[in-house]
């Protein structure tokens, strides 16, 4: 493995340990020893590699897939853990982005993603703390008001089963008078991201799938008709080979692959356990809750009453603990009856971003497969995109996917990229921060 991408994994940092807790345990999978074959290498032990290798492996596909640490320890095993019945973008806005038959195949896919996952969890029995109770989305300020409406209406006229909540009704669901209208989403839901992708592996080898960790990827070669894939102490030959390795493609594929890729960092906290008698005010119905702001919003409750966060911080540098003053602010903003809050666990890790927020699906060589760029919607879209590459690699046609293979498209600034992301970033801070001074607490405040 190249130098870079080694430094790469390691700014990851360490695993949840909550998350670790709760989940059903690892399995000791086997690091890769000596030279192997198979039909198919799966590059990357995260809910794409793995929901790949476990749809190859159902169909008899003879089929390894190798992890270069553990199962979930990319962006999988850090996810803030919300399946959401949607990409980046509503329907409406992928119907303008895209011809009309791959926006149905986007909208309809995305319609049905928590379906998928659901489904995963009870049939292989996933211990992954599976709550689907909905998702909510807040208005922040009066003019994403007008934004939950329209968007309310267009995904109602389209049948879905979703609802826009007065002021009284997102005041009941969230437990806040910070916001006046929002709109819940009944077919999402949230789990234990890093429970289900150890509940995939596990499943992909019953399955029949071979798995190693501690096998880190470090070098790919022609090899007849086919490919040598390498590892510090073995190789697998194989007809194809699909990367499913997320923020860490750029660095292990090269700078072809990088510059279609912007890393950044992604932190959040879990608190402990609150008082029964504030907890039964906060987000009663279970629903995972996410606003309108530009940064980082998202808020649940766990099963077990502690309260979790995604939080800001430094975007491109590993930072121990990311804004937990920030957060912890923004909560008692919201929730004023949070009057203490104490931290007991907080991880951060890498999301793949991509400049349009939608994911990559590439055909990089003949027999070799590339997914990335799930922009922070990994849980649903990366289950979906596996089956997409394990179709691909068994020959499907392409019009089955869910989303086009592309060409890959180097951002022409990527050489800058840090400083203009960073600025953009800083101006959306601000914006977040004028809109909570302005529509603060009080409901009546919401009205300029």
Not at 174 to 185: H, K, M, P, V, W
Not at 263 to 282: D, F, G, K, N, T
Request: hydrophobic share 40%; aromatic share 8%; net charge neutral.
């Amino acid at each position: 493995m190249p130098q870079s991408a080694e430094l790469f994994l390691e700014t990851a940092g360490p695993l949840s340990v909550y998350l670790s807790q709760r989940a059903e345990p690892a399995i000791a999978w086997p690091q890769l020893h000596g030279d192997t074959d198979a039909d198919v290498v799966v590059i990357g032990g995260g809910f794409t590699g793995l929901s790949c290798a476990l749809s190859l492996a159902e169909s008899g596909v003879r089929t390894v897939l190798l992890e270069a640490r553990e199962i979930g320890w990319g962006a999988s095993g850090r996810a803030w853990g919300q399946v959401a019945a949607a990409a980046k973008f509503m329907p409406a806005q992928i119907e303008k982005d895209f011809p009309p038959e791959i926006a149905a195949r986007i909208n309809r896919a995305a319609e049905t993603a928590p379906d998928v996952v659901f489904n995963l969890v009870k049939q292989h029995d996933i211990r992954c703390d599976a709550v689907r109770s909905g998702n909510l989305i807040a208005a922040h300020n009066p003019a994403k008001e007008q934004w939950v409406r329209t968007t309310a209406q267009d995904l109602q006229r389209r049948g879905y089963p979703v609802r826009l909540l007065d002021a009284a009704e997102t005041q009941q669901f969230t437990g806040s008078q910070r916001y006046r209208s929002a709109l819940l989403d009944e077919r999402g839901g949230a789990l234990n991201p890093l429970g289900y992708a150890r509940g995939l592996a596990r499943a992909a080898g019953q399955a029949g799938a071979e798995i190693y960790t501690q096998s880190p990827f470090t070098s790919l070669q022609k090899s007849g008709s086919g490919w040598r894939i390498t590892t510090p102490h073995g190789s697998v030959t194989a007809g194809q080979v699909v990367f499913a390795t997320g923020a860490f493609t750029g660095e292990l594929l090269g700078q072809h692959t990088q510059r279609e890729i912007i890393p950044v960092r992604a932190y959040q906290a879990v608190s402990q356990p609150l008082a029964p008698e504030i907890l039964s005010q906060l987000l009663p119905g279970g629903q995972p809750l996410n606003d309108t702001r530009r940064m980082f919003s998202g808020v649940r409750i766990w099963p077990d009453g502690r309260l979790h966060v995604g939080l800001d911080g430094p975007l491109f540098r590993h930072h121990a603990d990311g804004w937990l003053n920030g957060a912890t602010q923004r909560l008692q903003m919201m929730f004023p009856q949070l009057t203490t809050l104490n931290w007991e666990n907080h991880w951060a890790g890498w999301v793949d971003m991509t400049v349009d927020h939608y994911p990559r699906l590439h055909r990089l060589a003949p027999g070799v497969l590339a997914a990335y760029g799930f922009s922070g919607r990994g849980v649903a879209i990366g289950t979906l995109m596996g089956r997409d590459l394990a179709a691909l690699a068994r020959g499907e046609e392409e019009d089955r996917l869910v989303h086009p293979l592309t060409d890959v498209r180097p951002l022409w600034f990527h050489a800058v990229h840090r400083p203009l992301v960073s600025s953009l970033t800083a101006r959306y801070r601000l914006e977040d921060r004028l809109n909570d001074a302005r529509y603060g607490r009080e409901p009546s405040s919401l009205h300029p």
